[in-house]
C-alpha cells in the first residue's frame, strides 16, 4: 500500500460546496482506500491505495460528483513525494502560512512563470516545476492580482494550493 494525498479543490470555501469530512472518509473508505484520514475542513484526503494514483484521483472525482452534486477537482499525490517538495522547495524561507505548494493533474501551461511575474507584487514569488507550483504569495494569497489569476491563466487545467504549514502537516501525519 501507498500513502497519498488526494487535494480536493475549492470544497467548504464559504457556504458553497460543503463536503463534511465524515461524509468524505467514509466515501473514501466505500471505494476500498483504507488508512483514511483527513486534515482541516479543506479538501485533504490521507489514504493509502495499490491503485494508480490517477485511478485514484477519478474515482473520487466521480463518486464526489455522484454523492454531492457538483464537480470537485482532485490531485492525488504520493506521501513521499510531498516529503521531498516540502524538502525543495525554493521559499521555505518564507512565512509558511503564505508560501504555498500548487498541485495540478498534469504539467502546468509554459511561459505561466512570466505570466505570474506580470502581475505580482512586491515580494511574490514563483516556480513551476512540471505539475507543481512553488509559489510565495508574501503578503497573502488572497489579496494577490496573481493568486486571484492563478485560475484562469492554467485552464483548461487546475491548480489547488496548499500553505507549506499544511502540507508540511501532511507529511508528519503520512508517517
Known amino acids: 500500500m501507498t500513502v497519498r494525498v488526494a487535494f480536493l479543490r475549492g470544497i467548504n470555501v464559504g457556504k458553497a460546496h460543503r463536503v463534511p469530512m465524515a461524509e468524505l472518509r467514509a466515501l473514501a473508505t466505500g471505494l476500498g482506500l483504507t488508512d483514511v484520514a483527513t486534515h482541516l475542513q479543506s479538501g485533504n484526503l ?5 491503485a494508480d494514483p490517477e485511478a485514484d484521483r477519478l474515482r473520487l472525482a466521480a463518486a464526489l460528483e455522484e454523492a454531492f452534486g457538483f464537480t470537485v477537482d482532485v490531485v492525488v499525490v504520493e506521501a513521499d513525494r510531498l516529503a521531498d517538495l516540502v524538502a525543495a522547495h525554493p521559499f521555505a524561507d518564507g512565512d509558511p502560512k503564505r508560501v504555498h505548494l500548487g498541485f495540478a493533474p498534469g504539467a502546468l ?3 505561466l512563470r ?4 506580470a502581475l505580482a507584487r512586491e515580494g511574490e514569488r514563483f516556480e513551476p516545476r512540471d505539475d507543481v507550483l512553488f509559489a ?10 496573481a493568486g486571484n489569476a492563478l485560475a484562469r491563466l492554467v485552464r483548461p487545467g487546475f491548480v489547488t494550493l496548499r ?7 501532511l507529511v ?3 508517517r
Do not use: I, K
Open 46 to 50: 490521507l489514504h493509502s491505495s495499490e
Open 109 to 111: 501551461p509554459h511561459g
Open 114 to 117: 512570466d505570466e505570474l511575474e
Open 136 to 145: 510565495d504569495f508574501g503578503q497573502g494569497v488572497h489579496d494577490s492580482r
Open 163 to 169: 500553505n507549506l504549514a499544511t502540507v508540511g502537516a
Open 172 to 174: 508528519e501525519r503520512s
